[in-house]
């Protein structure tokens, strides 16, 4: 994890790789003859530094542990945060939690879960938790939500000031719901 700036931001930003990665996999399980994931080139847009060279079977196994919590992940819009650390606490004995300081790649001072011999599925699987735990102790599990586009089942992290998030990260979302909003308006106006 590459961070330059306060524990809140490093947590909000892990969590909405978080569900870019569980929706990116979500689709893929979707398709019939089922689909790839590049989860090398989505860490590594997202700051994680040790993707790009992170080896094949790192990679594998990053996305079979994410693609397991698939079904925990969906559940958190509608979950309380007692229900979630039920299975955060259990998934957080997997990991071995080990902090280290850490000013890599010219970035400022800032603290590590796992330290620089961890691999690299330990070293993402023990940030997206120490993520989800921080953020249930801060805010619980208000900020996670699915998209409100019509046959969308993104889910979505709410980092907005006022939490005023409706739709995933697919500009598309946003975009037809407005239209179809629009037009239900105008058919209301016309009386058809
Ligand atoms: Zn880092
Ligand atoms: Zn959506």
């Not at 909000?12 to 790839?36: F, I, R, S, Y």
């Not at 993707?51 to 094949?56: D, K, N, R, S, T």
């Amino acid at each position: 994890m590459y961070v330059t700036s306060g524990i809140d931001t490093e947590v909000q930003h892990t969590l909405e790789t978080l569900v870019e990665l569980a929706n990116a996999l979500a689709d893929a399980d979707a398709e019939p003859e089922g689909a790839d994931v590049d989860a090398r080139a989505l860490l590594d847009e997202h700051g994680f530094s040790r993707a790009a060279a992170a080896p094949e079977a790192a990679i594998r196994r990053t996305t079979d542990r994410v693609r397991d919590l698939l079904p925990r992940l969906a559940s958190l819009p509608d979950s309380d945060a007692d229900e979630a650390t039920e299975w955060i606490n259990a998934e957080l004995t997997e990991v071995r939690v080990a902090p280290a300081l850490s000013a890599h790649d010219g970035s400022e001072l800032h603290i590590h879960w796992t330290p620089p011999s961890a691999t690299f599925d330990d070293q993402v699987l023990a940030d997206v938790l120490m993520s989800l735990a921080q953020e249930l102790c801060d805010r619980g599990t208000a900020r996670f939500g699915r998209c409100g586009a019509a046959d969308c089942e993104h889910l979505f992290y709410d980092a907005t000031r006022n939490g005023s998030r409706r739709f995933c990260s697919d500009p598309r979302c946003a975009s037809r719901t407005h239209t179809a909003d629009h037009r239900q308006r105008r058919k209301r106006r016309s009386g058809t």
